[in-house]
C-alpha cells in the first residue's frame, strides 16, 4: 500500500501561525490585542521626553547659579531643593497667586464651557437666518491676534477704573471662539436630531432641550473643553501682567515673573518658582485625567 504526498503549490500562502489565528479571532470579536516590545520601547521613550522639562525643573532648582553655569550641567537633584521651593513661595506670594489665578481660571472655564455649549448647539442643530455666515465669523476671529485688541481693551480697562483687579482678566475671557467650534463640531455628530425632535414633541421648550438633552450628550467634549480652557487661563501671561502688578492681585504667571530678579538672575529660584506654578495643573489633571479620557472614548463611541 503506498501513499501519496501532496505539495502545496509554491504560490500558496503560507499558513497563518497558531498566535497569529488567535490575534485575528480577538481582533474580529472586539478582544483586547497585547503591544510588542516595540510599542513599548516607542511608548517608554515618548514617556521619558515628556517628564524630562519637568524633571530638569527640578533638578535646576536644586542647585545653585555656579553649578547650573558649568559643563556638563547638572543630571541629578542637589540638596537644596525644598529650601528653594520655600524661599520661591515665599518671595513670590504664591499662596495669594494660587488663590487669584484658580479663581480667574475657574470662572473662566466654567463660563467658556457654559457659553460655548449653547452657542455650538444653536449652529448646529438649530435653523435660523445666517447661521453659516455668523459662523464664519465665528471662526474668522480665531484667525486675528489676541495682540491686536490689547491696546482698545487697556483702554476700556482704564476708563471703568478696573486696573489691578480679578474681573480685568475674567471679563475678557468669558467667550472663546475656538470654544464655539470645538462644541459645534462634536455635536454635530453626538447628537441625533431624533432625540431632539422627540423632546419637541413630549413638549420641552428649548431651554429644556438644553438642560436635559444637549448637556447631558455634550458631557465629554464640556469636559475636555473645560480642561483645555482652565490649562490656558492658568498659563496666561502678557494680558494679567499688563493689568495687574505684583504687589496687588497677581495671578501666577504675574507673580513668578518678578522672581529671583538681581543683577544676575536666581535660576535656580525661578525654576523652583516655575515647578510649583506647574504642580497645580498636574494635580487637577492626576485627579480628573481618567474621567476626561473616559469621556473622548464614550464621546467617540457615540459618534
Not at 115 to 127: E, P, Q, W, Y
Not at 260 to 274: F, V
Amino acid at each position: 500500500m503506498t501513499t501519496t504526498m501532496t505539495k502545496p503549490p509554491a504560490d500558496a500562502a503560507p499558513e497563518p501561525s497558531r498566535r497569529g489565528r488567535r490575534r485575528s479571532k480577538a481582533a474580529r470579536a472586539g478582544g483586547t490585542l497585547h503591544a510588542g516590545p516595540i510599542a513599548y520601547i516607542i511608548l517608554a521613550l515618548f514617556t521619558i521626553g515628556s517628564l524630562f522639562p519637568l524633571v530638569w525643573s527640578a533638578i535646576a532648582a536644586s542647585r545653585d547659579n555656579q553649578r547650573l553655569a558649568q559643563t556638563p550641567p547638572p543630571f541629578w537633584f542637589g540638596g537644596n531643593l525644598f529650601d528653594k521651593l520655600e524661599i520661591a513661595w515665599k518671595d513670590a506670594n504664591l499662596g495669594e497667586a494660587f488663590l487669584n489665578t484658580t479663581i480667574v481660571a475657574g470662572i473662566s472655564s466654567l463660563t467658556i464651557v457654559f457659553l460655548s455649549t449653547i452657542a455650538g448647539f444653536a449652529f448646529a442643530k438649530l435653523r435660523f437666518r445666517g447661521r453659516n455666515a455668523l459662523m464664519l465669523i465665528v471662526i474668522g476671529t480665531m484667525m486675528v491676534p489676541p495682540q491686536l485688541s490689547i491696546i482698545p481693551l487697556y483702554q476700556l480697562v482704564a476708563k471703568l477704573d478696573w486696573s489691578d483687579q480679578l474681573q480685568a482678566v475674567i471679563l475678557p475671557s468669558l467667550v472663546n471662539a475656538f470654544g464655539v467650534f470645538f462644541m459645534r463640531q462634536y455635536l454635530l455628530q453626538a447628537l441625533p436630531d431624533e432625540v431632539i425632535e422627540a423632546a419637541r414633541v413630549d413638549g420641552a421648550s428649548s431651554w429644556r432641550v438644553v438642560w436635559h438633552v444637549v448637556f447631558p450628550a455634550a458631557r465629554p467634549a464640556m469636559a475636555v473643553l473645560g480642561m483645555l480652557m482652565f490649562v490656558q487661563s492658568w498659563n496666561d501671561f502678557l494680558w494679567p501682567f499688563l493689568v495687574l502688578t505684583q504687589n496687588g492681585s497677581p495671578t501666577v504667571q504675574v507673580a513668578l515673573a518678578g522672581l529671583g530678579r538681581g543683577y544676575t538672575p536666581d535660576q535656580s529660584l525661578i525654576m523652583a518658582g516655575a515647578l510649583l506654578g506647574t504642580l497645580p495643573l498636574l494635580l487637577v489633571f492626576a485627579i480628573f485625567g481618567k474621567q476626561i479620557v473616559g469621556g473622548i472614548m464614550q464621546g467617540a463611541v457615540k459618534g
